[in-house]
């Protein structure tokens, strides 16, 4: 298969990025693909919504500006900062433009004030801001011709010169598993983009849904492009404890904004010993003080109070975690709801420009799997679907004049080898796989998480390494599997996020080492 455009994964990024080159030229071919099927992704979990000024009266793109470096630590690119803020306006319009709708006041939008932002900023569709603007691109991109949709199609490995006798210095596209033809296809491409989302799976407890495995940046490792900032995962304060039929559900920082407040298993509102914002601190501040509380109380959790948040605006803003709670026995707001923090956010990722290609040509990477230099050491609560939709309108413009540059010629795609090795079979079950993903996460999350230290990422260093071995072990003996892609990525991940962990020695952001403090 070839295309113009090859596009891996479906979420905010990969969508909005295939509506823009489609709608600027409709003759470039497009293949779209994910692993799952096309709603599945970090998208469709977003509650909060999207950080864009939009109130010019009380707020401005200076505040948010400021905002956004401030939670970064000084880890942020200012000039990204600016032009993600400040073009934000537009790509809000344009999602109004397509047929999105968002909550509204009176006749102006209605704005939700997040953990690190001075002004009330996050627009938002109820609490399920992500599944509404997903199926809402999801319902556009099935109206134009020239973009296939590929579910249940899983990247292997992209083609770089190691698979080509002649070298353009460039990327050439991908090798895909296709679930239902139980084999390993080759999709050529002039243009590759990642929009694989993040690797939150790497935790035994994480807001991600369990296909984020950090499978865009595997498959860049491989290919020896540039990562930057892995170590700064950032962690959401507040997931419901315990897990909800074994998946994390996250009770979103606007129910903060509207005024619930933590308190330990003692009773006592901890947060002003913490910091003067309290429960508004940035989310580093909030995870790692309610660890504190934790690890003190020797508990599992701690508590959020939201008995000053009335009944109606349970109902009315956030539906959809006041019945999840509901059918736990939770009953808001009176009950007080038990959270622990869990891994949420890569703030690093696949080093890219400002239109968002990465140091090797022809491959661009947009949204969580990128470093953009916007987040900096921490990312600021609702500026991810934000920075999806700048970057994947930048990287369209680019990719669009891209196309009309000097590329290699179309026989040479076709030229490029098929996969080499046994193909896919859906039917082999190798059991050591589970086994080691959970050996991974555990290594992950007891000594790679909220706190480090020296010692324990010596000892992650050498635990990554022996997993490493049996899965390449695995690897070379089996047949390729969804579940032997996805372990191959995050044992790779993780070993690159320990080593680049213990080459900081300076505590920033979410990035916290007991022996630097
Ligand atoms: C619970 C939760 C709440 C959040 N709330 C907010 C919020 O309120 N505001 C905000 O700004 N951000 C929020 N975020 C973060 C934000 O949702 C994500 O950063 C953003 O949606 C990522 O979009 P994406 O397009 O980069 O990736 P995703 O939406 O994660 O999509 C990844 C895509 O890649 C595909 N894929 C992955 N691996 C492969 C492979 N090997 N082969 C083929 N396809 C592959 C997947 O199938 C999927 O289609 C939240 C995240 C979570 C988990």
Request: net charge neutral; glycine share 6%; with cysteine.
């Amino acid at each position: 298969m070839i295309a113009d455009v090859l596009i891996i994964g479906t979420g905010i990024s990969g969508l909005s990025f295939a509506i823009k080159l489609a709608e600027c030229n409709s003759e470039i071919s497009i293949v779209l693909i994910s692993k799952d099927q096309v709603s599945e992704g970090n998208t469709k979990y977003a509650q909060g919504g999207i950080a864009v000024v939009s109130d010019f009266e009380k707020d401005s793109f200076q505040k948010h500006i400021q905002d956004t470096l401030t939670a970064g630590a000084g880890a942020c690119n200012p000039e990204v900062v600016k032009f993600v803020v400040e073009e934000g306006k537009d790509r809000l319009k344009e999602l109004i433009t397509w047929g999105i709708q968002f909550d509204k006041q009176k006749r102006s939008l209605h704005l939700v004030k997040e953990g690190g932002h001075s002004e009330k900023r996050v627009v938002h569709y109820k609490d399920h801001t992500g599944l509404h603007v997903q199926e809402a691109l999801i319902n556009k991109i099935k109206s134009f011709q020239n973009i296939q949709i590929l579910e249940n199609h899983t990247l292997v490995d992209l083609i770089t010169d190691h698979h080509s006798e002649k070298k353009y210095n460039r990327c050439y596209g991908a090798y895909v598993i296709s679930k239902e033809e139980e084999s390993i296809l080759k999709i050529s491409a002039k243009i590759t983009a990642l929009c694989t989302g993040g690797a939150g799976s790497l935790y035994a407890h994480s807001t991600n849904p369990s296909i984020a495995t950090g499978d865009g940046l595997g498959a860049a490792y491989r290919a020896k492009v540039h990562m930057d900032k892995l170590p700064y995962v950032q962690f959401h304060p507040t997931a419901l404890y315990p897990k909800v039929n074994e998946n994390t559900f996250l009770i979103t920082e606007a129910v903060r904004g509207a005024g619930a407040k933590l308190r330990n298993c003692s009773g006592e509102y901890f947060m002003k010993n913490y910091d003067p914002r309290k429960e508004l601190a940035p989310r580093d501040i909030v995870a790692r003080a309610i660890q504190k509380e934790i690890l003190k109380q020797e508990e599992n959790f701690v508590f959020l109070d939201c008995s000053d948040i009335t009944i109606e605006t349970w109902k009315k803003q956030f539906p959809n975690i006041y019945t999840t709670c509901a059918s736990l026995d939770i009953h808001l707001p009176k009950d007080l709801i038990p959270v622990v923090p869990a891994a949420h956010y890569f703030c690093g990722g696949i080093e890219v420009n400002s239109a968002s290609e990465s140091r090797l040509k022809g491959l661009y990477a947009i949204g969580e799997c990128s470093s953009t230099g916007l987040h900096g050491a921490n990312r600021l609560a609702s500026n991810s679907l934000l920075e999806a939709l700048v970057f994947s309108h930048r990287a369209a413009l680019d990719v669009i004049n891209a196309l009309k540059s000097e590329l290699p010629d179309p026989t040479f795609y076709d030229a490029l080898p098929e996969w080499k090795g046994d193909a896919y079979s859906n039917s082999v079950e190798i059991k050591e796989i589970r086994q080691l993903r959970i050996q991974l996460q555990e290594i992950m999350t007891h000594h790679v998480g909220i706190f480090k230290t020296k010692e324990g990422l010596m000892k992650a260093n050498l635990e990554m390494f022996e997993i490493y071995k049996k899965v390449q072990k695995i690897y070379n003996q089996h047949k390729l599997t969804n579940g032997m892609c996805e372990l191959r990525n995050m044992v790779s991940i993780a070993h690159l996020i320990i080593q680049q962990a213990q080459s900081i020695t300076t505590n920033k952001g979410v990035f916290y080492n007991h022996d630097y403090a």
